[in-house]
């Protein structure tokens, strides 16, 4: 079983670096107020694709934590549209937090998270569940994408 930090964790620690850059370093102002306000909608969007995840997954009686054992292949709810709705959402909500600060700098955390997240935690599960869920996880990926 792997054992590193839970991907919240990894979300925080992105907030606070986009926090330190758009405070330390903000480069140039690329999203000016009120503008920067719409950071709000990708942000909302996050943390409610995170929250339809999750009441996914509790519907199926499965786990949310990586890495363990999934009881349920769901594919129901954003599930549909998705295989990884709460990375997904957790990039959303980056992204909304970045607009929001409307400085270059937090832009950098945006476009590495999401290749974090792809290395540390997608491929990983996409193998266990691959192994697990063989026929049924194949016809799932053949119709359903990995990120949008």
Sequence with gaps: RERRP???VYLFCALVVMGGLHLALP???VVPFPFNLLGGLPF?????LNLGADRALE???TTVKPFERSTALVTSGPYRRTRHPMYLGFVL???GL???AGSLSPFAVVLLFPVLLELLFVRVEERMLTA???AEWAA???SVRRWV
């Design 6 to 8: 839970s991907p919240p």
């Design 27 to 29: 480069v140039a102002r």
């Design 44 to 48: 909302v969007a996050g943390v409610l």
């Design 59 to 61: 519907q199926y009686a």
């Design 93 to 95: 909500i980056v992204l």
């Design 98 to 100: 970045a607009v929001f």
């Design 132 to 134: 697990q869920f063989g």
């Design 140 to 142: 799932y990926t053949a």
